[in-house]
């Protein structure tokens, strides 16, 4: 199916899952209201993004890398990544932000080209409330 209309469900347990042998590409917004609670990428060939998307719950890493380009991939402030520090084929290919607070850790699952380099932030501090940490 190469196009239609969406409706990402709610409830803690609904997901998303890109399943496939062949590329696949996320496209649209899918941020505030139409934020995805769980997505899942289980493709050796990798999913690419054509549109912001906000993940509020866990991005899980089966099998297969995302590649972000141009595009803002965004993990919520509860959001967790399996694997947590992700793998040469399983890794986010480009920029990846979390939405942290003072005294949070979080290792980023970054890679490009089957190769990975993790980012870890540890008990960043320095500003109150929420902010925005991005690596690439």
């Known amino acids: 199916r190469t196009g239609g209309n969406?409706?990402?469900?709610?409830?803690?347990?609904?997901s998303v899952v890109f399943s496939s042998n062949l590329?696949?590409?996320?496209?649209?917004?899918?941020?505030?209201?139409?934020?995805?609670?769980?997505?899942?990428?289980?493709?050796?060939?990798?999913?690419?993004?054509?549109?912001?998307?906000?993940i509020d719950s866990e991005l899980k890493l089966t099998s297969g890398?995302?590649?972000?380009?141009?595009?803002?991939?965004?993990?919520?402030l509860s959001a967790t990544v399996s694997p947590s520090s992700g793998t040469s084929s399983q890794n986010v290919n480009g920029e990846l932000t979390k939405v942290l607070t003072s005294s949070s850790d979080f290792t980023y699952p970054i890679g490009?080209?089957?190769?990975?380099?993790?980012?870890?932030?540890?008990?960043?501090?320095?500003?109150?409330?929420?902010?925005?940490?991005?690596?690439?």
Do not use: C
């Not at 969406?6 to 609904?14: E, I, K, L, M």
């Not at 490009?112 to 690439?136: K, M, Q």
């Open 23 to 54: 590329t696949q590409t996320i496209s649209g917004d899918f941020t505030g209201s139409n934020k995805l609670n769980i997505l899942e990428v289980d493709n050796v060939n990798g999913v690419s993004l054509s549109g912001n998307v906000f």
């Open 112 to 136: 490009d080209n089957g190769h990975l380099g993790t980012i870890e932030l540890i008990d960043v501090a320095g500003f109150a409330g929420s902010g925005n940490w991005a690596a690439e």
């Open 6 to 14: 969406f409706d990402a469900a709610t409830g803690s347990a609904a």
């Open 65 to 76: 890398a995302i590649t972000t380009g141009s595009d803002t991939l965004t993990l919520g």
